[in-house]
């Protein structure tokens, strides 16, 4: 809590009367806390909002790859804007990153979900031997997941293509090509991801759970609901802000997805992969189309900034139920 501190002065006029004046200042504990701000105020500045001004002013530009070398660019205003949006390979991009966002988020959320109620029905030892485990491998870096999913994917010696020869079901797909076919590489695409953010969702989520108070269950339980009316009656709405929370920041990373895209399939087989992030890339530094690329971007930045706002809506929302 802030510290004010309230001075009073008390000065005379030319005819004699007195005047109080009060003073607020800011208190010392303030002070520092702006003080110790300062710096990672700084550090914000200069990493997000300085290349973000520079990006849209760039979005305004017809920068390209002679920009680069001689620095010259001309200001086109709205005109980068009218031909992304008047690009047809734009919106199958946009309708491509919206399908997979919705499968990824979808399965991801179902899924963690799941692993979150089953981690309540473990032994406390078991519950932190599985959160440690989930956490290792949320935390290893996208990239190494990737080449370890394209290990596995591999034609002639891939484990996966292994696997399915042996069950006799699929034929022989030992040389099969998961990266060249688009259905086989979106089933690959949406396994890496997937797998990549169940642990994230699923540690959350067993944490809400943990944090429903055991007379709601109790009393459910009293009345006759059985498991699955349980769950879906007392704790979803319990763990409901929880589970918002989860859903809107899938949401936000899957529809920002690049790495796992690029590492797989680089957004082929004749772009059938290429999702918003891919598209801008080779717009941008494949093309070297800068300006149109940094138009994409901050479409694509509005776009994630309306998904945000539905989000502290309904936050806001929930504050006046409360209140």
Request: with cysteine.
């Amino acid at each position: 809590m802030s510290e004010v501190t309230r001075s009073v002065k008390i000065s005379r006029r030319r005819n004699g009367h007195p005047v109080v004046r009060e003073e607020h200042k800011l208190g010392y504990s303030t002070k520092t806390a702006m003080l110790l701000l300062t710096p990672s105020g700084l550090i914000l500045g200069a990493l997000v909002v300085v290349p973000l001004i520079f990006l849209v002013f760039t979005s305004f530009t017809d920068f390209n790859q002679r920009t680069l070398f001689t620095g010259e660019f001309n200001v086109v205003g709205l005109s980068t804007y009218a031909a992304v949006l008047a690009d047809s390979e734009f919106w199958w991009s946009v309708v491509r990153t919206v399908l997979l966002m919705a499968a990824c988020v979808a399965g991801t959320v179902l899924l963690g979900m799941a692993v979150a109620q089953f981690m309540t029905k473990l032994g406390k030892v078991t519950q932190y031997i599985v959160t440690v485990t989930m956490i290792l491998a949320w935390a290893m870096p996208e990239v190494a997941s990737a080449e370890v999913w394209n290990w596995l994917f591999q034609p002639g010696y891939g484990v996966i293509n292994w696997l399915l020869t042996q069950l006799h079901v699929f034929g022989d797909v030992t040389n099969v090509s998961w990266a060249n076919d688009a259905r086989l590489a979106y089933i690959c695409i949406w396994l890496l991801v997937v797998w990549q953010a169940i642990p994230f969702v699923a540690v959350t989520m067993f944490a809400a759970i943990q944090q429903v108070d055991p007379s709601c269950i109790e009393a459910a339980k009293i009345d006759g609901a059985g498991p699955v009316r349980l769950y879906w009656m007392i704790t979803i709405p319990l763990v409901k802000p929880t589970l918002l929370l989860v859903t809107v920041l899938s949401i936000i990373w899957d529809f920002n997805i690049f790495n796992q895209i690029w590492l797989v399939s680089k957004g082929g087989p004749d772009n059938a992969t290429a999702n918003l992030g891919v598209f801008t890339y080779k717009k941008a530094f494949v093309g070297f189309d800068i300006g149109n690329g940094a138009a994409i971007s901050v479409i694509t930045t509005l776009m994630l900034l309306a998904l945000t706002a539905v989000y502290i809506r309904s936050l806001l929302k929930s504050g006046e139920d409360l209140v």
